[in-house]
């Protein structure tokens, strides 16, 4: 018994004298934040910032997109080849599916709420009132493919 004990000591006595011994094999954390990523606007929507937060639209691979979209910003009907999950991060964010949708048929998405766009669902956003953030995760390769009117 008097042995066991010894050999405890000895090993937690060996454990707390070297603490990096243990944690060299554990990798680092490394954010990305919104100020260190490149942003970018579609030529054709103005209203429209975005940034690869992980990830690339052509890699193959989990990616995080952070989009903001100026107040009354809109983006037209449009698909994408993958599921989209989408977070809202600030404002509210009306969103309908559809290849022509109104307005009375935008629902709203308001800050911390989570929505699903199925892959080749035709959808469509609305910044109605205010500016608004959100996050779209997924796997890669991706794309953005518009509605022709």
């Known amino acids: 018994m008097r042995h066991h004990r ?27 934040t919104p100020e260190s990523a490149p942003w970018f606007s579609p030529p054709t929507n103005p209203s429209l910032r975005a940034a690869w937060m992980l990830g690339a639209e052509k890699e193959a691979g989990a990616y995080v997109l952070r989009v903001v979209l100026s107040e009354g910003g809109r983006i037209p009907p449009h698909t994408h080849p993958d599921a989209r999950i989408v977070t809202v991060l600030d404002g509210t964010l009306r969103v309908a599916f559809g290849a ?35 996050q779209e995760t997924g796997i890669g390769p991706t794309g953005n493919l518009p509605i022709a009117e």
Do not use: I, R
């Open 100 to 134: 022509k949708p109104g307005d009375a048929e935008m629902v709203p998405v308001s800050a911390g709420s989570v929505y699903v766009v199925p892959a080749n669902m035709p959808h469509a956003l609305w910044a109605k009132e205010g500016d608004v953030t959100y």
């Open 6 to 32: 010894n050999l405890l000591l000895l090993f937690l006595s060996c454990t707390f004298a070297m603490p990096g011994a243990f944690a060299q094999s554990v990798p680092v954390p490394v954010p990305v």
